[in-house]
């Protein structure tokens, strides 16, 4: 989109390239949620990764009126919660989820607030990951 002129930015910063990128990625995960539901003999992972991921953008979605999530904290916490129990992996992915949330700020991406609410649904999609995995087996 950046290299046809579409958008300023990779990052999509501005509100419509943001509106666009996200409607397009919570069709793209939740249909490979689906396709991975709908697969015969597949694991839990082919659909409870995207449910979870989509479930962070749709967050973005519903709270863009008020903020502006940070996608980055939200998608790095989940990934740390979903390679647990490997509690060294996490924890190195904890550490660099701080230097990112520290970057947005510092980069003028994000606010406070975007990045506690980017923690949360984070946290969130992560714990659900998680409770799915231990419903299912």
Known sequence: ???LGHWDHVDASQPAERNQLNGFTAVL???AALAGFLSPGGSPDLYLWPLCSGGVVLAAIVLRRRLKLSQHVAF???AALAVLPSVGIAA???ALVV???WSRLELGR???AEIAAGTAVGL???GLFQAGLRFIH
């Open 1 to 3: 989109r950046v290299r």
């Open 29 to 31: 995960l939740f249909g």
């Open 76 to 78: 790095d916490l989940f």
């Open 92 to 94: 190195g992915i904890v």
């Open 99 to 101: 230097a990112v949330g």
């Open 110 to 112: 994000h606010t406070r």
């Open 124 to 126: 969130a999609a992560g």
